[in-house]
């Protein structure tokens, strides 16, 4: 069964944002990195994911510059690069038909935001056939506010606010909502171990757990 890693919206938009410093995993993009080497090593297909919202102002409009991959992270020729402007990698590209075409059966998920795009493209995923392995330490997400959170909170408020969602919880909230369900849960370092180690037999490039 062919194989494709997809790596979603680890952009520049999102460092530009005022949440940046609260983010589970400042170094997404090395971790990325890593299972992006680790998937061409295998000979796994990678596509590249982008998050646009045109017309908004926001970091995520085209037009200010900031969608684009994090430093550190090339495409190579004939990785697609595609871009989004729904949650889920699907809807709004043409991935399905760029993984059938490559004959793709599982896709391994990373990225930004562990409990929106990625996990939305997860659930997509595995509802349209596909074999999902989520990699939870190689996605970041951010503190989620409390739905009554009045808008344009300062960051230290909401993250002294005991309603708020820390990261931990949401990243424990996805993983208990995927694992069974719609997609094996991995380890970073089960499918790219760190240079110098030896994987354990069974789990070199494959889900676990």
Known sequence: MNRALLVIDVQESFRVRPNWRAVSAPDIAARAARLVAAARAAGDLVVWI???????GTAFDPALGHVR?????DPRDG???LTKTSRNAFTTTNLQQLLTERGVGEVVVCG?????????TARLAADLGYQVTFVTDATATFPIAHRDTPPGRPLAEI???PATLSTADIIARTEYALAGRFAAIA??????PPAGTVPAAGTAGRPVG
């Open 69 to 73: 991959l994090m430093g550190g992270l």
């Open 79 to 81: 990785e697609p690069v």
């Open 50 to 56: 982008l998050h646009a919202e045109p017309g908004t």
């Open 187 to 192: 380890a970073l370092d089960d499918l790219a």
């Open 112 to 120: 930004i935001q562990t409990e929106q795009c990625c996990e939305t």
């Open 159 to 161: 993250l002294a606010d």
